[in-house]
């Protein structure tokens, strides 16, 4: 079966950091784009980075680009999201999300969800 | 950025009803959609992408159509396990967004 599970969400500060893991299992993690997406509270859903391609190289939402960085390790079958400089509008629900190419490439699998709330 | 706009963004409907959820692209996506179901405190599932390619274990009372700006997510025969809030997301381009979700709840 395949299963993504995040961690590393916790309450933090106004520009404090963090890191999130998501654990991939059941499938080849490397063969597969992976990107990241959040849900602040009541709200809708909200892309935050994404790897395009086989080199590793991730794109980001404007709103996260320059503070947040995606990255992963194939070797541990692993994602992570370093994210620095966090706002109080930060705080949300954050998704590990597998994708899949079909024409396009969308999204089949998403994790439970790891919540970072920012507030001092 | 591509904007999605999804109508209505609240839904009130019986059991055994038909309902349809429209997403209009800011521009043209092709094909390049997808629509999730999200229920309250869990994450999204995927429903159909590509506009209208089921994925695999979804009820066929789910189906999707349109492309360029205009799709539309049809549910026939509403369950009790339907009611949810839906969004679609355009692959297109990114940024990838997604509209702003559409509450479907029990009359």
């Known amino acids: 079966e395949v299963q993504l599970v995040e961690s590393g969400g916790a309450l933090i500060q106004p520009g404090g950091s963090l890191r999130l893991s998501c654990a991939a299992s059941?499938?080849?993690?490397?063969?597969?784009?992976m990107m990241w997406v959040r849900q602040a509270p009541g709200k809708g859903l909200e892309w935050v980075s994404g790897i395009i391609d086989r080199s590793g190289s991730a794109v980001y939402a404007d709103s996260v680009k320059g503070r947040f960085t995606m990255s992963g390790d194939n070797s541990k079958g692993t994602l992570y999201l370093q994210m620095n400089s966090l706002r109080v509008e930060d705080t949300a629900v954050y998704y590990c999300?597998?994708?899949?190419?079909?024409?396009?490439?969308?999204?089949?699998?998403w994790g439970k969800g790891t919540t970072v709330t920012v507030s001092s | 950025d591509i904007q999605l706009t999804q109508s209505p963004s609240f839904l009130s409907a019986s059991v055994g009803d038909r309902v349809t959820i429209i997403c209009r692209a800011s521009?043209?996506?092709?094909?390049?959609l997808a629509w999730y179901q999200q229920k309250p405190g869990k994450a999204p599932k995927l429903l159909i992408y590509a506009a209208s390619t089921l994925q695999g274990g979804v009820p066929s009372r789910f189906s999707g159509s349109g492309s360029g700006t205009e799709f539309t997510l049809t549910i026939i025969s509403l369950q009790p396990e339907d009611f949810a809030t839906y969004y679609c997301q355009q692959v297109d381009s990114y940024p990838i967004t997604f509209g702003q979700g559409t509450r479907l709840e029990i009359k």
């Open positions: 059941g499938y080849t993690f490397s063969s597969y784009a």
């Open positions: 999300v597998k994708r899949f190419c079909s024409g396009g490439c969308y999204t089949d699998v």
């Open positions: 521009q043209g996506i092709s094909s390049y």
